[in-house]
């Protein structure tokens, strides 16, 4: 069974151009969920779509959104891009929501904001 | 606020011997705790979980313990191998697939 994907796996963005990111989850998972990883905050949790529903979003600014397609493949974009937003951005994709249902995580898009 | 927190951001152990990773958690609501470990350039691996109603749980070589009454949790590693030598995560998780990760601890076993 093919893991989770997530393309490109890098990128080099200059301040206040968005970003596109893609996530193809495991086959039959239908959670995907987003996390942004950076040296001083570490891993933090963006939000969660379930059948093309969002169900949980984190701490972040309207900048960062998402969607969920029919075939459980998401995207997230994040618009006027600062330099902070330079960092690791991991897709995960689970069976299920509601809990007890390890995710599985991609490799990861970093991002590079100059 | 950190809900989760890994105090020790680094451990060296011995081939064969036990390794002993801690996190302590604030958050009274979580339902389950996750453990990841993560090599470089790579995302994390769910390694094991556990419920907040158990305090204990087993797979091979790895076993988390969980005190509620003191808000903390240990992965167990026995025997260590040198290629368990990576970051590990611990994280709570209170509304499903939604988790609050601790700053991770890096793990050295030396052959």
């Known amino acids: 069974k093919a893991g989770v994907t997530q393309t490109p796996r890098y990128l080099i963005k200059t301040r206040g151009q968005q970003v596109t990111l893609s996530c193809s989850p495991i086959?039959?998972?239908?959670?995907v969920s987003w996390y942004q990883q950076t040296p001083g905050q570490g891993l933090q949790f963006l939000f969660e779509?379930?059948?093309?529903?969002?169900?949980n979003k984190g701490n972040f600014p309207g900048r960062f959104s998402g969607r969920q397609f029919s075939n459980s493949r998401s995207e997230m974009n994040v618009s006027t891009l600062e330099l902070g937003d330079s960092a690791l951005y991991l897709c995960?994709?689970?069976?299920?929501?509601?809990?007890?249902?390890?995710?599985?995580f991609g490799n990861g898009t970093r991002l590079t904001v100059t | 606020d950190q809900q989760v927190k890994q105090n020790s951001p680094s451990l060296s152990v011995q081939e064969g011997r036990i390794s002993i990773l801690n996190c302590d958690y604030t958050?009274?609501?979580?339902?389950?705790f996750l453990w990841y470990k993560k090599y470089p350039a790579e995302g994390p691996t769910f390694l094991i979980s556990?419920?907040?109603?158990?305090d204990k749980n087993e797979d091979g070589r790895f076993t988390v313990f969980l005190n509620k009454s003191a808000k903390h949790l240990s992965l167990h590693i026995v025997p260590s191998q040198p290629g368990d030598s990576a970051v590990y995560f611990c994280?709570?998780?209170?509304?499903?697939?939604?988790?609050?990760f601790g700053g991770g601890t890096r793990l050295m076993v030396k052959p």
């Open positions: 779509y379930f059948s093309e529903t969002q169900r």
């Open positions: 994280a709570g998780d209170n509304a499903g697939n939604m988790l609050t």
């Open positions: 995960a994709s689970s069976p299920r929501t509601g809990g007890n249902s390890p995710l599985h």
């Open positions: 086959s039959g998972h239908r959670s």
């Open positions: 958050n009274s609501m979580f339902d389950y």
């Open positions: 556990i419920s907040s109603i158990k």
